[in-house]
């Protein structure tokens, strides 16, 4: 689970809000005056977690700079999170705070030391509703955040083989809250879901769509049972879909809109043309939008790279490239005229 500063997510407020715990309460007795605490968020739109990541830095007096920074080397680190401040002088703490009832605690199994279980009660004692409430708030933002975001801080590693054979990957793999098109033809309903080659060397123009028709729910006597025991609880109960059959799959041309057939499953291949035809038509703006969506997949192709680049590169250094070597994030160019341009 990847989880991100607030202060990456929105800077501004973060410093506003800031949630100060000022002097020890109750028989604490800590040498430092005062807790600044960081709170780090899953920003997956998918995961419905209720946790605060919590980094507890202890300070004394008043604190000036306080900000997450993943650029600067000679700073506070915990995990892949650095930070810097002038007048921090220990590593910061990591806890968990339960945004449901309001419990907070070690992350797991964590072995604290005496000290960290004293910073552990001081935010305890300190933490206050409206603490919460502002965490709650910010929980919301990252959610939020994440639909457009999360990819940039999800494990892509099980691509790393796939991306040089010509894997594709599909668009709701990034992006899973977006759903696929539902659309009609022939008296029947149909799913259409768009993949995309993410190889940064390769210099295809298509996306492949494939179709299916869907079968409607079935509501068998023990679903029925399943949701009325969900509501006895209080829980929200799971949805009655039904089942989708592949019909084929299409490739779509982003340059010309030509239309070609992959593979067929079922029927033939004049009719998974005419599906595609009608998915077409029916959807507003989606030649569009395939273009757009298939110019973000090349650049999430570049940074899957770059992100195995690094894992591989990790903790060792790797060497730098010279300015005409192929570029290592493998995108055919020149070194000098891809990645070293950032430099």
Partial sequence: MSVVPFGIINKPKAIKESVIIFQPLGPVA??????????????????????????????????QGLEPDLAEQKVHQVGEIKYKAAQITEEPVRLELNLDNGAVSFPGNYRAKKTEEEILDQVRQGLTKDHISIFRRHRKEAKAWGNDNYWQYADWSYLKKGIKKGMCVFWNEVFPQVKPWIFK??????????????????????????IHRIHPATFSFFARLRALACRLIGRKAPPEVGHADIIGTVKYNV?????????????????????????????????????????????????????????????????????????????????????GQLR
């Fill in 30 to 63: 800590l040498s430092h005056r005062s807790l600044t605490l960081m709170d780090l968020y899953c920003v997956n739109p998918e995961c419905d977690c209720a946790l605060a990541h919590i980094d507890v830095l202890r300070h004394d007096g008043e604190i």
């Fill in 185 to 210: 033809a022939d008296d029947a309903d149909y799913l259409a879901a768009d993949q995309y080659c993410v190889n940064p060397s390769c210099n295809c123009t298509d996306v492949i769509i494939s």
């Fill in 255 to 339: 340059k010309t809109g030509h239309r070609k057939v992959d593979a067929v499953e079922r029927g033939r291949h004049e009719d998974l043309l005419r599906l595609a035809g009608s998915l077409l038509r029916m959807t507003d703006g989606l030649s569009g939008e395939l273009n757009r969506r298939y110019q973000f997949m090349r650049d999430f192709g570049l940074h899957v790279t770059k992100q195995r680049q690094q894992q591989a590169a990790s903790p060792a250094t790797a060497p730098q490239p010279q300015r005409n070597d192929p570029c290592p994030c493998g995108s055919g160019k020149k070194y000098k005229k891809c990645c």
